[in-house]
């Protein structure tokens, strides 16, 4: 059973950069599109990118596109979320998740199969 650990949340000042890890155990990373959501206080868990397991092609929510780039380490079975230019309202919790099929919308809205969810990393954005 594939299980994911979210790390390298935290607080940090507008303008500031994080970067998010995934790691993934249990099973190969190979074998799923990942993707990063997030879901602040009061709001809809919403998807904000994802990378296809077949040839890596990548999606950005209009919101972080220029600001996030995924990415994916099979041989370290790691997906990893790099925040620029953060700001308050990239303030959430940010999930990792793993399917066999994937697709976040440009609403916000996603579809995922037979997925796998990490627990969690906050990230607060605040001066």
């Known amino acids: 059973q594939l299980q994911l650990v979210e790390s390298g949340g935290g607080l940090v000042q507008p303008g500031g950069s994080l970067r998010l890890s995934c790691a993934a155990s249990?099973?190969?990373?190979?074998?799923?599109?990942i993707g990063w959501f997030r879901q602040a206080p009061w709001q809809e868990r919403e998807g904000v990118s994802s990378?296809?397991?077949?040839?890596?092609?990548?999606y950005y929510t209009a919101s972080v596109r220029g600001r996030f780039t995924i990415s994916r380490d099979n041989a370290k079975n790691m997906v990893y979320l790099q925040m620029n230019n953060l700001k308050p309202e990239d303030t959430a919790v940010y999930y990792c998740?793993?399917?066999?099929?994937?697709?976040?919308?440009?609403?916000?809205?996603?579809?995922?199969?037979?997925?796998?969810w990490g627990q969690g990393t906050q990230v607060t954005v605040s001066s």
């Open positions: 998740a793993a399917a066999a099929a994937l697709e976040i919308y440009n609403t916000g809205r996603f579809y995922l199969r037979d997925d796998y």
């Open positions: 249990g099973s190969s990373l190979d074998y799923y599109d």
């Open positions: 990378i296809s397991r077949s040839d890596g092609t990548t």
